[in-house]
Nanobody, 124 residues
Framework: QVKLVESGGGLVQAGGSLRLSCAAS????????VAWFRQAPGQEREFVAA????????YYADFVKGRFTISLDNAKNTVYLQMNSLKPEDTADYYC?????????????????WGQGTQVTVSS
């Protein structure tokens, strides 16, 4: 099991950028698939981006392609989500998740470990 702690959320104007971090402890993330999901008020949690284990492929939801980038710093055991060109509809709580030996699924059910979330608010 790996413990995940997100940070980096906040308030930003439309068109701005934020970088979310997800620091892991307990186990190295290198053999995990890691992902970001988000949940807007009154809506279900949805997939944002994922990266397969051991330098695997990256996957993105259509609504963030070209704007968001998921990356993993093995030395810091931390996953990042770089978010550019933010829109008001990106406002949500963002969660990171880890799937042991996963390939980077968009399904929440594949992920065993979750962080507590960090709030992102994009003003128009």
């Amino acid at each position: 099991q790996v413990k995940l702690v997100e940070s980096g959320g906040g308030l930003v104007q439309a068109g701005g950028s934020l970088r979310l971090s997800c620091a892991a402890s307990g186990r190295t993330l290198e053999r995990y698939a890691v992902a970001w999901f988000r949940q807007a008020p009154g809506q279900e949690r949805e997939f944002v981006a994922a990266r397969g284990r051991s330098g695997g492929d990256t996957y993105y939801a259509d609504f963030v392609k070209g704007r968001f980038t998921i990356s993993l710093d093995n030395a810091k055991n931390t996953v990042y989500l770089q978010m550019n060109s933010l829109k008001p509809e990106d406002t949500a709580d963002y969660y990171c998740a880890a799937d042991w030996l996963g390939y980077g699924s968009s399904s929440q059910d594949k992920y065993e470990d979750w962080g507590q979330g960090t709030q992102v608010t994009v003003s128009s």
